[in-house]
T-cell receptor, first 113, second 115 residues
Framework: DQQVKQNSPSLSVQEGRISILNCDYT??????FLWYKKYPAEGPTFLIS?????DKNEDGRFTVFLNKSAKHLSLHIVPSQPGDSAVYFC????????????FGQGTILTVHP | ETGVTQTPRHLVMGMTNKKSLKCEQH?????MYWYKQSAKKPLELMFV???????ENNSVPSRFSPECPNSSHLFLHLHTLQPEDSALYLC??????????????FGPGTRLTVL
């Protein structure tokens, strides 16, 4: 049973527009959520995170929104740039899990010039 | 060297071979992790080490044997693997897992093919 799901395998966006990547989870005990970006032949790179006590966290062009009642989080990238083209993973942590992250399957974002 | 490094980057081995994957972190972290990423599947946590002690074994078969001699180095010893073990193996490190904000930093991975 997959506790973290990214239902869109891919997303295509025009440069300068907004990219919205979505993630759903089933375990209401998750207390910390992260987004990672992965380029081919590289490991995932940490992008932004949010604690369950917040509903929004912003860092430059990247904003993560958390809707606990819907068990849903999203990553907004504004404006999107061709260099943002990568695979994006969301991950969630249980407060008691001592470092264990549960990852979604990833969404391939392509930003067209 | 900076960040998290992994060697080798690519490995092809037969089912009867014994090989080892190496990970080194240069971030001063105390926790290290092994993940497996199979095609079209999410990253799966395999092992967690905190201050050299194993704190998580996610029901991994015994043909995978981790070793953590110190907080900077992590090995994954492989023996009698199966073709379905072919995957990308990623190492990560972080501050103590119990910290509230615990971003994990990943290495580039080892692409393993078992023939």
């Amino acid at each position: 049973d997959q506790q973290v799901k990214q239902n869109s395998p891919s997303l295509s966006v025009q440069e300068g527009r907004i990219s919205i990547l979505n993630c759903d989870y089933t375990n209401s005990m998750f207390d910390y959520f992260l987004w990672y970006k992965k380029y081919p032949a590289e490991g995932p790179t940490f992008l932004i995170s949010i604690s369950s006590i917040k509903d929004k966290n912003e860092d430059g062009r990247f904003t993560v929104f958390l809707n606990k009642s819907a068990k849903h989080l999203s990553l907004h990238i504004v404006p999107s740039q061709p260099g943002d083209s990568a695979v994006y993973f969301c991950a969630a942590r249980l407060g008691t899990s001592y470092g264990k992250l549960t990852f979604g399957q990833g969404t391939i974002l392509t930003v067209h010039p | 060297e900076t960040g998290v490094t992994q060697t080798p980057r690519h490995l092809v081995m037969g089912m009867t071979n014994k090989k080892s994957l190496k990970c080194e972190q240069h971030l001063g972290h105390n926790a290290m992790y092994w993940y497996k990423q199979s095609a079209k599947k999410p990253l799966e946590l395999m092992f967690v080490y905190n201050f050299k002690e194993q704190t998580e074994n996610n029901s991994v078969p015994s043909r995978f044997s981790p070793e953590c001699p110190n907080s900077s180095h992590l090995f994954l010893h492989l023996h009698t693997l199966q073709p379905e073990d072919s995957a990308l193996y990623l190492c990560a490190s972080s501050q103590e897992p119990g910290q509230v904000y615990n971003e994990q930093f990943f290495g580039p991975g080892t692409r393993l093919t078992v023939l």
